[in-house]
């Protein structure tokens, strides 16, 4: 986004939209993804809002996805590379919901600020995010999907506003950290992190992010796509994250996260154990619990070779008819 164009989103309404339209000599195309952008306020702080919808129709239901450490919201949901398909909120527009994504503070379009924009802070935003979602859409209670960090950013998120998350999912999850290889060599580095609120990124760094775990689970250009992509950015990224996930876990209680529960884990990903997510997994207390492992990913799913997979796992939790329960007089529905 160019500067003049920031400042006049800024300067206007809190919540007002910008969309962004089909070109006038072009005829409506009731299949094309709209996109919209949004200002979220959280105590003085602007966010990043967007949205993407067809063009026409009702959406079946809305998805919210969560970001990572080093990614902004757009980067790592909607990715447009010239002969594939890597946008996650295309793929979901055209199976009819209503996606929504966000910059975290410190991240991509969000406002900068001398905080290191950690988990906790990451659930902040999102509470300040549903108040546009809420006055765009006329619903306060919907589906939340996070990566990574982005994973326990949104389920401190459905721990602390419950009344907003219908349905979780969570990809590259982590709960205790006990045993991670990732998290092992990322504590090697904690005094640097904890040094300052924000950490170098380079174009080496995104590459190694789709080999760190596994080679062959990404296409090998797509490291040198993402860093020209963040980099517009800038070169550095906040550190809350790395901190938090090296010192402060768990920071989710399994036990109130009350709405049903998707966990995906892929393959390769070092983040976490297998042990660490099970006992997560049987805590949770609503029956309906999903843990799906899957085969050819690594640690970003979603930009693997193979995400049609995870899209097939997410799509089908989504979608899930809702239950219905035999009662001596009549069947009751549940969402």
């Known amino acids: 986004m160019n500067e003049p164009r920031r400042n006049a989103l800024l300067a206007g309404l809190g919540l007002a939209a910008a969309p962004v339209l089909p070109r006038a000599e072009e005829a409506p195309d009731t299949h094309r993804a709209v996109a919209e952008e949004y200002w979220a306020d959280k105590q003085g702080v602007k966010l990043w809002v967007y949205r993407k919808r067809a063009f026409e129709g009702r959406p079946r239901a809305q998805l919210f996805l969560v970001h990572g450490s080093s990614y902004s919201g757009k980067t790592m949901y909607d990715l447009q590379v010239p002969g594939r398909d890597y946008s996650m909120m295309d793929h979901f527009v055209r199976l009819g919901y209503d996606v929504w994504t966000m910059d975290h503070e410190g991240y991509g379009h969000s406002q900068r600020t001398s905080g290191n924009s950690d988990v906790q802070g990451g659930a902040d935003d999102l509470a300040a995010a549903m108040k546009v979602v809420e006055k765009a859409t006329g619903s306060a209670r919907l589906a939340f999907f996070g990566q990574s960090s982005g994973a326990l950013r949104a389920a401190r998120f459905a721990n602390q506003h419950p009344e907003h998350v219908e349905r979780l999912a969570l990809d590259a999850f982590v709960w205790t950290g006990k ?154 529905a549940h969402g």
Request: charged share 25%; with cysteine.
């Open 179 to 332: 045993g991670s290889p990732t998290l092992a060599e990322r504590a090697k580095r904690l005094p640097e992190y904890q040094a300052s609120n924000r950490r170098k990124v380079s174009a080496e760094f995104y590459g190694s992010i789709f080999t760190r775990d596994h080679s062959g689970a990404a296409e090998p250009m797509l490291g040198d796509i993402v860093a020209k992509e963040e980099m517009q950015y800038g070169d550095t990224v906040p550190t809350g994250t790395y901190v938090d996930m090296t010192t402060k876990l768990p920071l989710v209680d399994p036990e109130k996260v009350l709405c049903p529960v998707l966990i995906c884990r892929a393959e390769h990903d070092g983040i976490a154990t297998d042990e660490d997510i099970l006992a997560f997994w049987a805590k949770l207390p609503n029956p309906d619990k999903q843990l799906v492992k899957i085969g050819g990913l690594a640690h970003t799913a979603i930009l693997g070779v193979n995400r049609g997979r995870f899209y097939h796992a997410l799509e089908s939790f989504l979608a899930m008819p809702a239950r219905i329960d035999l009662g001596k007089d009549r069947a009751t």
